[in-house]
């Protein structure tokens, strides 16, 4: 528990500990025991931010101060931590594809409206892959086993571009990751994907190679180039959405849920028939 220490113009200079007090019952004035310069936070200050100096430096509360260093309050760690676990609530509904805040009690009518936006958008999405396969069914006809890994294209993708996405809202939400050095984190992800594309790409190739034998070298050899570009677009998409959506203001958690999902899973299929196509005509 402490007294927070102010001057004749209610300006925050320091804060007195009780036991401070209690142990130094002689001392004729406060500032001489007093701790200077204690951790504060402004009264705008994002709660976000407030979290991490709670974390940063170990209080159970803060004083608040206005722009010109007046004290107007204080703030709990409890006061944080329920703000905190609502604004985790929130982002959790956001990557489960819920466009607003939901509980199990509520009406019929408002869980439908929270869940009905995504799952249309999905159904578009769903939609649209129908449309770019049905552009390729010479290619089915050419060699019908490559549509035995459609799923698996649309899946590894749809996987990929949620981890690059998670990792970065967390890093965002924990302080880990600096805005500023998003190039950085690009970079790192497209190393990433680069060696996760390289190893899911070799693995799948000599299981088509044993499975299905040289009679399907389009297959084969389409597969494995797809999973491994899909893999590195997957991975830089997922890092750049949250990013983006953090320089615009836009809560980034929006970036994990069933819009990764949807897109990766969409271009994925684009990568995937245009490197059968172009296989297609080569090797035949």
Same mark, same amino acid.
């Given at each position: 528990?402490?007294?927070?220490?102010?001057?004749?113009?209610?300006?925050?200079?320091?804060?007195?500990?009780?036991?401070?007090?209690?142990?130094?019952?002689?001392?004729?004035?406060?500032?001489?025991?007093?701790?200077?310069?204690?951790?504060?936070?402004?009264?705008?200050?994002?709660?976000?931010?407030?979290?991490?100096?709670?974390?940063?430096?170990?209080?159970?509360?803060?004083?608040?101060?206005?722009?010109?260093?007046?004290?107007?309050?204080?703030?709990?760690?409890?006061?944080?931590?329920?703000?905190?676990?609502?604004?985790?609530?929130?982002?959790?509904?956001?990557?489960?594809?819920?466009?607003?805040?939901?509980?199990?009690?509520?009406?019929?009518?408002?869980?439908?409206?929270?869940? +009905?936006?995504?799952? @249309? =958008? *999905?159904?578009? #999405? &769903?939609?649209?892959?129908?449309?770019?396969?049905?552009?390729?069914?010479? $290619?089915?006809?050419?060699?019908?086993?490559?549509? +035995?890994?459609?799923? @698996? =294209? *649309?899946?590894? #993708? &749809?996987?990929?571009?949620?981890?690059?996405?998670?990792?970065?809202?967390? $890093?965002?939400?924990?302080?880990?990751?600096?805005?500023?050095?998003?190039?950085?984190?690009?970079?790192?992800?497209?190393?990433?994907?680069?060696?996760?594309?390289?190893?899911?790409?070799?693995?799948?190739?000599?299981?088509?190679?044993?499975?299905?034998?040289?009679?399907?070298?389009?297959?084969?050899?389409?597969?494995?180039?797809?999973?491994?570009?899909?893999?590195?677009?997957?991975?830089?998409?997922?890092?750049?959405?949250?990013?983006?959506?953090?320089?615009?203001?836009?809560?980034?958690?929006?970036?994990?849920?069933?819009?990764?999902?949807?897109?990766?899973?969409?271009?994925?299929?684009?990568?995937?028939?245009?490197?059968?196509?172009?296989?297609?005509?080569?090797?035949?």
């Amino acid at each position: 528990y402490y007294v927070y220490v102010v001057d004749n113009d209610e300006r925050l200079r320091g804060i007195l500990p009780l036991k401070t007090l209690i142990t130094h019952p002689s001392v004729s004035k406060i500032k001489h025991v007093m701790e200077e310069n204690p951790a504060s936070v402004k009264a705008d200050t994002p709660i976000d931010d407030v979290a991490l100096d709670f974390e940063k430096y170990d209080l159970v509360a803060m004083p608040v101060i206005d722009s010109i260093g007046r004290l107007v309050g204080r703030i709990t760690v409890d006061d944080v931590m329920d703000r905190v676990r609502d604004s985790s609530e929130r982002d959790y509904q956001l990557a489960s594809g819920l466009s607003s805040d939901v509980e199990s009690d509520d009406t019929l009518f408002t869980q439908t409206k929270a869940r +009905l936006p995504w799952l @249309l =958008i *999905g159904m578009v #999405g &769903g939609l649209c892959n129908s449309v770019i396969l049905g552009q390729f069914e010479n $290619g089915f006809v050419a060699d019908p086993a490559l549509a +035995l890994f459609i799923p @698996l =294209i *649309g899946g590894t #993708g &749809g996987n990929v571009g949620t981890q690059s996405s998670a990792i970065v809202v967390q $890093g965002l939400a924990n302080g880990s990751l600096d805005i500023r050095k998003s190039a950085r984190q690009l970079l790192k992800e497209l190393g990433v994907g680069l060696i996760n594309g390289g190893i899911i790409a070799l693995l799948v190739f000599v299981y088509n190679l044993l499975k299905l034998g040289s009679g399907h070298q389009v297959t084969t050899i389409a597969v494995s180039l797809s999973l491994f570009c899909v893999v590195m677009f997957a991975s830089v998409f997922g890092t750049f959405v949250p990013l983006t959506l953090e320089k615009l203001k836009i809560d980034p958690a929006l970036a994990t849920g069933p819009f990764i999902s949807i897109t990766n899973d969409i271009i994925g299929m684009v990568i995937y028939m245009s490197i059968s196509s172009w296989l297609i005509i080569a090797l035949h």
